[in-house]
């Protein structure tokens, strides 16, 4: 299975609420990273968290990361219709010697 | 400056052909990785290239090739096709893979037949 899991698999909120999405993982790691997608379209780099740090934000995003349980969130506030795409997580280094993505969470947010 | 440009964006094959991707990175990016996505699979690493050397390998088998030319452009080939190679096919350049943030092409959307 992926190194990376995020939860949920989908979500729907209305624009204007919050988006919150979990990743969760497996050996230790370097970095960990969070990607938008939208449909059939390369990846965006969002934000980038170091496994030394525990929060990190930027605009509207915030991260946190719980080296001790192996997880991060993403949490988007004040959606907008544009949020809508598919959001993964992506851990780096460790020692497992390759990038793993997670599944990817589906994003929804209505007007 | 320049993103990361992927060609060709769609390209129809049938089972048995070869067939050959390319990326080129952002300048002075060293680092290209190559990634497929797939309904099913998700987003699976391939490979990872850093100045003309294979660095990583995810698990493919060994019909899925690539290498890295000396001005930083890179190319996957996939032979004797099977219709589960049908992806989108990523690549990503980045200064330094495992430490960096990575930059997406769009893509090159394959359909074997």
């Known amino acids: 299975s992926q190194q990376g899991e995020e939860d949920p698999q989908a979500l729907s909120i209305q624009e204007g609420e919050n988006a919150t999405m979990n990743c969760s993982y497996k050996t230790s790691i370097n970095n960990l990273q969070w990607y938008r997608q939208n449909s059939g379209r390369g990846l965006v780099h969002l934000i980038l968290?170091?496994?030394?740090?525990r929060e990190k934000h930027s605009g509207r995003l915030r991260v946190t990361l719980d080296t001790s349980k192996k997880s991060s969130s993403l949490l988007i506030t004040a959606s907008r219709a544009a949020d809508t795409a598919s959001y993964f997580c992506a851990t780096f280094g460790g020692g497992v010697g390759k990038s793993t993505f997670g599944d990817g969470t589906t994003l929804t947010v209505k007007p | 400056k320049a993103g990361v440009t992927q060609t060709p964006r769609y390209l129809i094959k049938t089972r048995g052909q070869q067939v050959t991707l390319s990326c080129s990175p952002i300048s002075g990016h060293r680092s290209v990785s190559w990634y497929q996505q797939t309904p099913g699979q998700g987003l699976q690493f391939l490979f990872e290239?850093?100045?003309?050397?294979?660095?990583n390998k995810g698990n493919f088998p060994g019909r899925f090739s690539g290498r890295q030319f000396s001005n930083s452009r890179s190319e996957m080939n996939v032979s004797t096709l099977e219709l589960g190679d049908s992806a989108l096919y990523l690549c990503?350049?980045?200064?330094?893979?495992?430490?960096?943030?990575?930059?997406f092409g769009e893509g090159s959307r394959l359909t074997v037949l």
């Open positions: 990503a350049s980045s200064l330094d893979w495992e430490i960096g943030e990575l930059f």
């Open positions: 290239y850093f100045s003309e050397t294979q660095r």
């Open positions: 968290i170091r496994s030394n740090e």
